[in-house]
């Protein structure tokens, strides 16, 4: 084959471009945090000056709402495609979710994204909506539409859509903190399986603990004791 020429691999360089700021930055970020990367730094561990970084990102700001959009929002909308075709049972739905979900952010870098936020977002107001706009809420209204799902299908039997959007979302949450945290450390204790745990919490959120019987909620076991 002949040799490609010059000026066609600067343009597949350049087009590679941003993606590699991203990935860069995402690195950075997760390993500094949000404050303490400088844009130079995200530039040279890319391979390319600080002004070409600002061609593409003017700040830093929001050079971290693209790695926001491109690794987090982007799944989230191919989520959301999944549960409007789905043909199958919502309880195999949800487990694909969150799996989906552990696989493709939480085991990866990317998961190190929700630890920013706790750690960093308060001293950055501008970032904290955007991260809501962006991954709280439609992530949210992910999972609620697929319980929704499974109680308008008679899989589901009615309940409370945002306390249990709440209650599946934060194990995963948890599992995140945890790989970029003490997970990231070389300390010795019992190993966390996360694809198990999350297998668990969906089988714990589906079945209860209870062998029979409905479920008393403690409201209910107040009254009862007054």
Not at 53 to 65: G, I, N, T
Not at 133 to 142: C, K, N, T
Request: with cysteine.
């Amino acid at each position: 084959m002949p040799p490609i020429a010059p000026s066609t691999a600067r343009h597949r360089r350049k087009d590679a471009r941003p993606q590699e700021l991203l990935q860069a930055a995402l690195e950075l970020f997760v390993e500094k945090g949000f404050s303490a990367t400088r844009s130079d730094e995200v530039a040279a561990r890319a391979g390319v000056s600080k002004g070409t970084l600002y061609l593409y990102f003017p700040s830093k700001q929001e050079l971290f709402k693209a790695v926001v959009r491109t690794r987090l929002s982007a799944l989230i909308a191919e989520g959301q495609l999944l549960v409007d075709h789905f043909e199958g049972p919502s309880a195999a739905l949800l487990h694909a979710l969150m799996q989906s979900w552990w696989r493709r952010v939480g085991s990866t870098p990317a998961g190190g994204i929700f630890k920013i936020i706790v750690a960093e977002v308060r001293n950055f107001p501008e970032l904290a909506q955007f991260y809501s706009d962006e991954v709280v809420i439609p992530a949210q209204r992910l999972i609620a539409a697929t319980l929704q799902r499974g109680i308008e299908r008679g899989e589901f039997r009615p309940v409370a859509l945002a306390q249990a959007t709440h209650t599946l979302i934060a194990p995963l949450l948890f599992l995140a903190l945890h790989k970029h945290s003490i997970g990231a450390c070389a300390v010795i204790g019992p190993t966390l399986d996360a694809e198990a745990l999350i297998d668990t919490h969906i089988d714990l959120m589906l079945h209860g603990l209870n062998v029979t019987g409905p479920l008393e909620r403690p409201n209910q076991r107040r009254k009862a004791m007054a």
